[in-house]
């Protein structure tokens, strides 16, 4: 079983509509979770960087993880065509002995039709 | 603009040669990461660097090496003995103190030819 567990899609949804992504996960001492976008080959683009439970809201993105079920979600409010891209969930157990090793999700593709 | 400048964009190589990628950053950051991309796989880390002259190996190093004399570069060289070389290699880099935000290049796309 993976540290980090993403559904890869592909996801399709319309213009204005409201997504949700999600990662599990299994190792408790994560308490760092970031959220990535990634455009067809380029290098990913940092979203969102949340500390332990709880939400934050940037504009149109939302993340909230409960570290009580080791579950993060991003919600992506009236999503856009430019809003098609992979989104790579991350997660960290911060400052161990083995520096800010990030453990990455595979990636859900998603594509925002007009 | 500060920022991770990865070059080539793409790299050819022919089998039983050694390659290798340069990653340059300019925000100060203490520490370095290289990671591998590959479909359906995410990310995976090959090396990472705390300090200058100090690195170590991440999950799947085998084949792979790397140097950091500065701050700034942390050059990756993918050997004749990486098994599978063809893949999307990124360069990352990140503060070393409890923030854990780390940026990302743009890439380097490797074809074994």
């Known amino acids: 079983q993976k540290e980090v567990e993403q559904d890869p899609g592909p996801l399709s949804v319309p213009e204005g509509a409201i997504v949700s992504l999600n990662c599990t996960y299994s190792n408790s001492a994560f308490q760092y979770f970031m959220w990535y976008r990634q455009y067809s080959r380029k290098g990913p683009e940092l979203l969102m960087y949340?500390?332990?439970?709880g939400n934050k809201e940037d504009g149109r993105f939302t993340a909230q993880v409960d570290k009580s079920s080791k579950y993060i979600s991003l919600f992506i409010r009236d999503s856009q065509p430019s809003d098609s891209a992979t989104y790579l969930c991350a997660m960290s157990a911060g400052l161990t002995g083995g520096g800010n090793k990030l453990t990455f999700g595979t990636g859900t593709q998603l594509k925002v039709e007009l | 603009d500060g920022g991770i400048t990865q070059s080539p964009k793409y790299l050819f190589r022919k089998e039983g040669q050694n390659v290798t990628l340069s990653c340059e950053q300019n925000l100060n950051h203490d520490a370095m990461y290289w990671y591998r991309q590959d479909p359906g796989q995410g990310l995976r880390l090959i090396y990472y660097s705390q300090i200058v002259n100090d690195f170590q190996k991440g999950d799947i190093a085998e084949g792979y090496s790397v140097s950091r004399e500065k701050k700034e570069s942390f050059p990756l060289t993918v050997t004749s003995a990486q098994k599978n070389p063809t893949a999307f290699y990124l360069c990352a880099s990140s503060r070393q103190e409890m923030n854990t935000e780390a940026f990302f290049g743009q890439g380097t796309r490797l074809t074994v030819v």
């Open positions: 949340t500390y332990s439970s």
